[in-house]
């Protein structure tokens, strides 16, 4: 009887451990698109079977204000973030807001795509370049053909009072020499509309609104694949890049899930989800999506997150009064 009595116990035991181990739990805000965060996380489960994931999706800005307002309410929900660009994760981290983890999967990443002491970790890499309607009469080959003559009243760009990746791309731009504010002077001059998101710019190239804009990757390389009658660019001069990182809150109540969850997304198998959504991996030696140039043929430009912060607001204010007439 004895023995039964302990063989019963056992087998409660270990179904309560097992009970346990499966109901692990993950809170992830992202201000990926709808399909890509769904991929995402059936990607990320189908790995990791014992971790249930609940995810809310909207833009950055929506996602970090509601973010803001359950952590100055004390009830802070989310356990990680992957949004769109590093400069709002490199505020959070210097505000104390990030879970620093130093992942093993980052020995397989530039140095430049992560944070040094582990706050966030960049996941993909989604470039601004040049799209063009296969109509128009220029092709462009690099930025300053957007100013020349030919482009007046063709080109469109997203505004960065609405993208993030806007801002970066402004904030790369004017950073190189020979550009600087002038060069977004100069497209100002030369009849140059900036307004709304980058959906905007890729309907109204291709529809033939526009001839020329400012867009990321994925999305004029995706509607070519579909048949839009538009080509990409990466200019010669190279392209500002968001690489929509990936941190741990650290407020999170389910640390090791979340762990898991950045490990995921920096792995192989993490990154083949990116490839397949049509990104550039940010992994070395993934290959890139059908319709990509090679690697190495790609100059990314590059940006200093906690500069880009401390400088935000103003730019944002040089940009608003080179447009504001326009």
Not at 214 to 235: Q, S, Y
Request: one cysteine or more; charged letters at 20%; aromatic letters at 8%.
């Amino acid at each position: 009887m004895n023995k039964l009595l302990c063989a019963l116990t056992a087998l409660v035991a270990s179904s309560l451990v097992a009970v346990s181990a499966q109901a692990e739990n993950l809170v992830l805000y992202t201000s990926q698109p709808n399909e890509d965060a769904q991929a995402t996380v059936d990607a990320f489960k189908a790995a990791n079977p014992g971790v249930d994931v609940e995810w809310v999706r909207d833009g950055t800005t929506k996602i970090m204000a509601k973010l803001m307002a359950e952590t100055e309410a004390g009830n802070a929900v989310a356990d990680v973030l992957l949004i769109a660009d590093t400069v709002t994760l490199q505020r959070m981290k210097e505000a104390g807001q990030l879970l620093e983890y130093k992942s093993p999967e980052a020995a397989n990443f530039d140095a430049a795509l992560y944070d040094a002491d582990g706050a966030y970790y960049s996941t993909k890499m989604i470039t601004t370049g040049i799209i063009y309607n296969t109509s128009a009469a220029m092709k462009p080959a690099g930025w300053k053909d957007l100013i020349k003559p030919e482009a007046k009243g063709l080109v469109t760009m997203p505004s960065p009072l609405t993208s993030g990746a806007a801002l970066i791309h402004a904030q790369t731009l004017t950073g190189i020499e020979g550009f600087g504010w002038d060069y977004y002077k100069a497209l100002a001059e030369n009849g140059a509309t900036a307004a709304g998101g980058n959906g905007g710019v890729l309907k109204a190239v291709a529809t033939g609104e526009k001839a020329h804009g400012m867009v990321v990757d994925f999305m004029a390389i995706r509607e070519k694949a579909k048949g839009a009658p538009v080509e990409f660019v990466f200019p010669a001069e190279g392209v500002s890049a968001v690489t929509e990182p990936v941190a741990i809150l650290k407020t999170a109540k389910n640390v090791e899930a979340a762990k898991k969850f950045v490990d995921f997304l920096l792995s192989d198998e993490g990154q083949q989800v990116s490839v397949k959504l049509g990104y550039i991996p940010a992994r070395k030696g993934v290959a890139l999506p059908a319709g990509f140039p090679a690697r190495d043929s790609i100059k990314v430009l590059p940006i200093d997150a906690a500069t880009a912060v401390k400088n935000s607001d103003e730019d944002l204010k040089i940009f608003s009064g080179i447009f504001s007439t326009n």
